[in-house]
């Protein structure tokens, strides 16, 4: 019998990657910055900061990283409220059900 279950939300029991994009995206839409789903495909893994430089294309100061990685992760997580159980990866409701 499980007593207990650790995992992280990006990827474990729903693909986000769609979720980051949007919030990227909105982002970028914000700030006049052109960017698709190819642009997105390089920030795959990196870090929130390191991928808006990347966004940027320059660093726009200490005090407007944190203020758009803030809006960016806002905008991730209105997307992520949107999630349902049929967005669940195969077998992840089970697992947390025990079945």
């Known amino acids: 019998m499980k007593k207990a279950v ?29 960017f698709d789903e190819k642009a997105n495909e390089k920030l795959r893994g990196v870090p929130r900061r390191e991928s808006l430089l990347m966004l940027l294309g320059r660093n726009p100061g200490e005090a407007k990283i944190k203020e758009y990685s803030d809006l960016k992760n806002a905008y991730y997580l ?13 077998g992840a409701v089970e697992m947390l059900r025990g079945t």
Not at 6 to 16: E, Q
Not at 78 to 90: R, S, T
Request: proline residues 7%; without cysteine.
């Open 6 to 34: 650790l995992f992280d939300l990006d990827g474990v029991i729903v693909d986000t990657a769609l979720y980051h994009y949007k919030g990227w995206k909105m982002l970028a839409d914000k700030l006049g910055v052109p």
């Open 78 to 90: 209105q997307k992520v409220k949107d999630i349902k159980p049929k967005d669940a990866l195969p």
